[in-house]
């Protein structure tokens, strides 16, 4: 069975711009779930989708999105790149949301601003 | 107060020996826990879940759980070289809406 599948691995963007990262869940899996991770602030969520729907969002601006598709796959959005937001942004998917369920982790897609 | 709190360590033991690592949450209602393994440049991995108080072992790895002291623990015995990586506590919360939140890792250094 595959795993989490995360595209692009590796991107560079510049200051202001934006970056779209997808996430392919494993093989029916309904939840995605979005982190982030620095050094600093460890493994920070940032959101979760189920059935299409964002069930929770964490503590972050208004320029990090996301949507699921009918497929379950998913895609974040980070808009006006600033340089603090140069991590590693890790798809975790599970079978369904709520207690009991086991979220599992693709490789992340590390994103350098400059 | 963090919602989960690891030491950080690094914390260092010899092989063979065993390493203990200890979590504590701040949501008494939570009722799932893991324990996940970051290699370096890696993501995480998961090692094991726990839901009820009490231990539950998986070969060289065991899991406590003491809900009422808000209390997670992950033993590793015999430990190797191979086990040096950083352990994830995660406990999903249900506060604020339903989500999987994670400790700042324990860094394990297993000398040969």
């Known amino acids: 069975k595959a795993g989490v599948t995360q595209t692009p691995r590796y991107l560079i963007k510049t200051r202001g711009q934006q970056v779209t990262l997808s996430c392919s869940p494993i093989?029916?899996?309904?939840?995605v779930s979005w982190y982030q991770q620095t050094p600093g602030q460890g493994l920070q969520f940032l959101f979760e989708?189920?059935?299409?729907?964002?069930?929770n969002k964490g503590n972050f601006p208004g320029r990090f999105s996301g949507r699921q598709f009918s497929n379950s796959r998913s895609e974040m959005n980070v808009s006006t790149l600033e340089l603090g937001d140069s991590a590693l942004y890790l798809c975790?998917?599970?079978?369904?949301?709520?207690?009991?369920?086991?979220?599992?982790f693709g490789e992340g897609s590390w994103l350098t601003v400059v | 107060q963090k919602e989960v709190e690891q030491n950080s360590g690094p914390l260092s033991v010899p092989e063979g020996a065993i390493a203990s690592l200890n979590c504590t949450y701040s949501?008494?209602?939570?009722?799932?826990f893991f324990w996940y393994r970051q290699y370096s440049g890696k993501s995480p991995e998961l090692i094991m879940s726990?839901?009820?108080?009490g231990d539950k072992e998986d070969g060289r790895f065991t899991a406590q759980l003491n809900k009422a002291s808000q209390y997670v623990s992950l033993l590793i015995r015999d430990s190797q070289p191979s086990d040096s990586a950083t352990y994830l506590c995660?406990?999903?919360?249900?506060?604020?809406?339903?989500?999987?939140?994670f400790g700042a890792g324990t860094r394990l250094f297993v000398k040969a």
């Open positions: 995660a406990v999903n919360t249900n506060t604020g809406g339903f989500k999987t939140i």
């Open positions: 989708y189920f059935s299409e729907t964002q069930r």
């Open positions: 093989s029916g899996h309904r939840s």
């Open positions: 726990i839901y009820s108080n």
């Open positions: 949501d008494r209602g939570s009722q799932s």
């Open positions: 975790a998917s599970s079978p369904g949301t709520g207690f009991g369920n086991t979220i599992y």
